[in-house]
C-alpha cells in the first residue's frame, strides 16, 4: 500500500467515524430535550452500543499501521498541509486511544458514572463527605490515566493535552498569575466605587414567548443559520454541532431575569457559528474539527461580550429589547440597561461571574486541581482550601460547600483540565476582538450599530473557522492576530470598559 | 459450542441488531419531526451507516451457523417457545436478508430512492408518464426479489411474506373476494339512504392548540404512556416504537376539520399500545416483536373506529368535546356529531375513505398489484385499469392520476405487497373486538361511557401485546378469538352499525 492510499484509507476511516460520532450527537441532543422520561435505559445501551464501536473502530491496529505507513513518506512533511495536519492530529487522539488500558477506561466510566449521580446528590444536601470517597476515586483514576498517557513535568499536562492540545501547566500558571494579578485590585476598584448599576431592572417580568422570538431575531443577526440549526430549551444548555448543515443550540428561559436566555443564547450562537463554518469537506477528520476547547470557548465568549456586553450592539439592539418588553423597559435608559448587563460584583457561582471576576474562579479551580492531582492537597482538604483561597481571590466567605467546591459538574465527569479552557476562551475573544479592531477600526463597532454583523463574522471564519485543526490553537492565535497569546488584549478590554463604567482608574 | 450457548449467542446478537436498529430510529423521528431543512444529507449518511452496519451485522454467516446448529437441538421442538419462536422468525429474516443478492438491494435502493422523489413531483403534477418508466423498474426489481426469495405458486407471495408472513395470495383472493360482494351493495345502499349526516359540523373553528390539548388528554385515557412517549406534529402522522420506554407518535392538526388530527391520534395510539406493551425483556429479539403489519394495524383501527368511532365512547367524550369547542358545537347534538363521523360516502382518496368503503380501496389495489407483478399489467395499462375498477367498485370515475394511481406512495418505494395488511388489520380489529364483546358482554361498553378502557387493554395486552412475535397473526388470531380470521366480524359490525344509523337493511 503506498503512503497516499494508506493516507486515502485513513481519510476513509475517519470520516466513517465522523458519521458515526454524529449519531451520537443526535441521540444525545433527543436525551437532553425531547426524550420521554422512561426512555433513559435504552437510550443508555444505544449511547454504550455507538460509544463502543467508535472506541473500537478508532483503536483497530490497522488505524496504527496507516498512520505509520503515512507518517514514514513525505506526504507528512508540511505539519500544516491537510496530510500533515490530520496525521498529527489523528496520531493524537491514536496514541491517547490506545495508551490507555481498555480496564482503565471502563472503570472511568464507571466511578464517573456513579460520581455524577453522588455528586448531584451531594450539591442538593450540601455534603460534601459523601461526595469526597468518588472524587478521591477519580482523581487517583485521573493520575493512573496521565500516567498511561504519558507526561513531561507535571501530570495534568496529560490531562489538559486532552482540551488543550499543546498548553502546558507552566504556560497556564505563568496567564493566571498574570491576570489575578491585575485582576484582583481592579475588582476591588470596582467594588468601592461610589457609582453602581441597578440591576433590579433585569429582575423584571420578561414573558418567555417574547424573550425566545427576541433571541432568535439576534441569533439571526449576528449570523446563526436557522436552516442549519435549531434553538430549543433545556436544563442545562448547550451547542451540539451534528456535522455539516446540523448543529442544535439550547437555552432556558427564566420569566424574571432577562440575561439567563439572552446572553446564554449569544453564547451558544458563538459556538454554532464555529461548528456551522468548519470546512464541510473535511468532515469528520481533524480538518473538520474545532482547534480547540479553548478555541471554541473564545468564539462564544466573542459573541456574548466582546459584542453582546457593548455599547455598539444595544444601540441597535435596545430600542427593539424596549418594543418588545414594554412594561419592563420603558422608564430604563440604554445607559441604565448597558450598566446593568455589565454589573461587576465578586459573587459565589462560576457561571452567574461577570466578564471582570470570572476568571478568578478559574485561577482558583486550577490552582486546587493541580494540588489535587500532584498529591499536595487531599481531597478531605478540599473545601477549606476552596474557602481560605475563594476568600483571598474574591474576598467573599463561602457559606457552604454547595456554594463552594460542590458548585460544578466537571470533577465528578473527571474532567481535570478543563476549567482553564474557558479562561483561555476568554482570552483569545479579547486578542482576536483586538485584531479585528485594529483591522477595521471604528468601522466594526458602526457595523454593529446598525446591527450588521457580517464583516466580524466573516473575519472569524476567515481567522479561525475554516482552519479546523490544521494549526494548534497558540499558532492560530499568532496567524489570526500576530502575536502569541496575552492576557494584555484582555486586560486593556477590561480596564478600558469598567474603569469608565465605573469611573475608576 | 452446544446448542444453549448458540442461542445464547443468536439472542445476544438479535438484542444488540434491536439497539443498533433502534438508533435508526430515533435519527427518522428527528428527521421527520425537528430536523433542520440543511440536515439531510448528513442524516442520509448516518441512516446508510447504520443500515449497511445492521444488515452486515445480520448477514454475517456466524448467524446462519448458529441457527443451524440451535436448529439441529432439541431447543426448537415446540416452535412456541421462546428458541423456538425465536429462531422461526430469525431464520426467516436471515434467509430473505441473505437470498437476495446484494448487488439486487443496493439497485432496489437506487431506484426506489429516485421513485420518491419522481412519485412526488408527478403527483402534484398529476404526471403519470414521468413516472411510468420509475414503476416499470420497481415491478421488474421486485419480481427479481421474489425470484431470489423463491415462492410457491405467485411471487406474490414472497412479497407478502415480508409484511404478513404466513399469509397468501389464495387467502387473500377468498377475503377480498367475500369482502367486495357484501360491502359494495351496502355501500350502494347507504348512498341511496335519505337519512343522511351534516357532515359540515366538522368543518367548523377547530383552534389548534385546543385540539392537541383534547387529542392528547383522550391519547392518555385509552392507555397512552406519556412517560414512555410523545406526541409532535408531522405532514405525514407516523408510529415509531424504538424500544422500551420510548415510543413515539405523530399527527398533523388541521384547524378547519376535526377529524384529521383527533382520529389520526387514536389510530397512532393504538399502534403505540402495541410498541409500549411489547415484552420488554425479549427487546431486540422476534418475541419482543410486533407479530405482522395486520396485527400492528388491527390495533390502530381498533382504538380509531371500533373504539373511537363508536357511541360509547362519544357518550363519555362528546360533552367534554363541545365544553373545548364551544362555537363549534354547542348547536351540534350527540347524535349528529356520532352520525357526521361516521359519514359513508365513496370518495376517491384511501385515506380518507370511511371504515365501509376503505377496504373496496383496498381490494382495488391488491387485484392491480398482482397482476402488475404476474405481468398481466402492464405500467402503461395501469390508470386505465385503475379507472375501471374504480368505477367498478367504488362508482365513482377518476378524473385524474393524481386523485388516481399516483395517491399512494407505497409502490414508489417497493411497498408491493403492503397494501393488503391494511384491510388484514380492519378485520383482525372487528374479531378481535368481537370476541371481547363476547367475553365482557355489555360492560365493556359501560366501561367507554365511563372513560375506563383498561379492561380492553389489559384484554389486548394479554391476547395481542405481551406475545410479540411467538405466534404467527393466524394462529394468535385463532387463540385470541377462537377462530380463524374471517370476514365475518367486521361485515356483521359494519352492517350492524350503518343500517342502524342510515336505516338501511
Not at 450540601?126 to 507526561?151: C, I, T
Not at 501547566?169 to 505563568?174: G, I, R
Request: charged share 25%.
Amino acid at each position: 500500500m503506498t503512503a497516499s492510499e494508506a493516507y486515502a484509507e485513513l481519510v476513509r476511516r475517519s470520516k466513517e467515524l465522523g458519521v458515526l460520532n454524529s449519531c451520537a450527537g443526535v441521540l444525545n441532543w433527543d436525551h437532553q430535550t425531547y426524550m420521554p422520561r422512561n426512555g433513559g435505559a435504552l437510550r443508555g445501551e444505544q449511547m454504550a452500543f455507538l460509544a463502543s464501536l467508535s472506541h473500537q473502530k478508532f483503536t483497530d491496529p490497522k488505524v496504527g499501521e496507516l498512520l505509520g505507513t503515512v507518517e514514514a513518506s513525505d506526504l507528512v512533511r508540511n505539519p500544516e498541509s491537510d496530510a500533515g495536519a490530520n496525521v498529527r492530529e489523528l496520531r493524537r487522539g491514536y496514541d491517547r486511544a490506545t495508551k490507555i488500558p481498555q480496564a482503565l477506561v471502563e472503570e472511568l466510566a464507571r466511578v464517573t458514572t456513579q460520581a455524577q449521580q453522588v455528586w448531584e446528590q451531594a450539591k442538593k444536601k450540601n455534603d460534601y463527605p459523601s461526595f469526597r470517597p468518588l472524587l478521591e476515586q477519580v482523581v487517583k483514576l485521573k493520575r493512573e490515566e496521565a500516567n498511561a498517557v504519558g507526561f513531561k513535568e507535571h501530570p495534568y499536562n496529560a490531562l489538559i493535552e486532552e482540551y488543550e492540545p499543546g498548553t502546558t501547566v507552566a504556560e497556564l500558571k505563568t496567564l493566571f498569575a498574570g491576570l489575578t494579578a491585575e485582576l484582583a485590585p481592579l475588582v476591588r476598584k470596582i467594588v468601592a466605587s461610589p457609582k453602581q448599576p441597578d440591576k433590579s431592572v433585569l429582575e423584571r417580568e420578561f414573558p418567555v414567548d417574547r424573550q425566545k422570538v427576541f433571541a432568535e431575531a439576534a441569533a439571526v443577526a449576528i449570523g446563526f443559520d436557522f436552516h442549519s440549526g435549531r434553538l430549543d430549551t433545556t436544563a442545562h444548555p448547550f451547542c451540539s454541532g451534528f456535522g455539516p448543515g446540523d448543529c442544535r443550540i439550547t437555552t432556558r428561559y427564566n420569566p424574571r431575569f432577562f440575561n439567563e436566555a439572552f446572553f446564554g443564547v449569544l453564547h451558544e450562537t458563538g459556538h454554532a457559528m464555529y461548528e456551522q463554518n468548519l470546512p464541510t469537506d473535511h468532515f469528520g477528520t481533524p480538518l473538520g474539527v474545532a482547534c480547540s476547547f479553548g478555541i471554541h470557548e473564545s468564539q462564544s465568549r466573542l459573541w456574548e461580550n466582546q459584542v453582546g456586553r457593548g455599547r455598539p450592539f444595544w444601540d441597535h439592539f435596545y430600542p427593539r429589547l424596549q418594543q418588545t418588553f414594554p412594561s419592563a423597559l420603558t422608564d430604563v435608559s440604554k445607559e441604565a440597561f448597558y450598566f446593568a448587563i455589565n454589573d461587576v460584583r465578586p459573587s459565589l457561582i462560576r457561571v452567574e461571574a461577570d466578564e471582570a471576576t470570572y476568571n478568578l474562579h478559574i485561577a482558583l479551580r486550577f490552582e486546587l486541581e493541580l494540588a489535587l492531582l500532584s498529591g499536595d492537597l487531599t481531597t478531605g482538604d478540599l473545601p477549606g482550601a476552596w474557602a481560605e483561597r475563594f476568600e483571598a481571590l474574591l474576598g467573599l466567605k463561602v457559606p457552604d460547600d454547595a456554594r463552594g467546591c460542590l458548585q460544578d459538574i466537571h470533577w465528578s465527569f473527571g474532567g481535570i483540565g478543563y476549567f482553564p479552557t474557558y479562561t483561555l476562551g476568554n482570552l483569545y475573544a479579547a486578542q482576536l476582538m483586538d485584531a479585528v479592531r485594529r483591522e477595521f477600526g471604528d468601522g466594526i463597532e458602526e457595523d454593529f450599530r446598525r446591527g450588521d454583523f457580517t464583516r466580524l463574522k466573516g473575519w472569524l471564519n476567515q481567522h479561525v473557522h475554516r482552519h479546523g485543526q490544521r494549526y494548534r490553537a497558540g499558532e492560530l492565535c499568532q496567524r489570526a492576530t500576530g502575536a502569541p497569546l496575552s492576557p494584555k488584549p484582555f486586560l486593556s478590554y477590561l480596564n478600558e470598559k469598567f474603569s469608565a463604567l465605573y469611573g475608576v482608574c
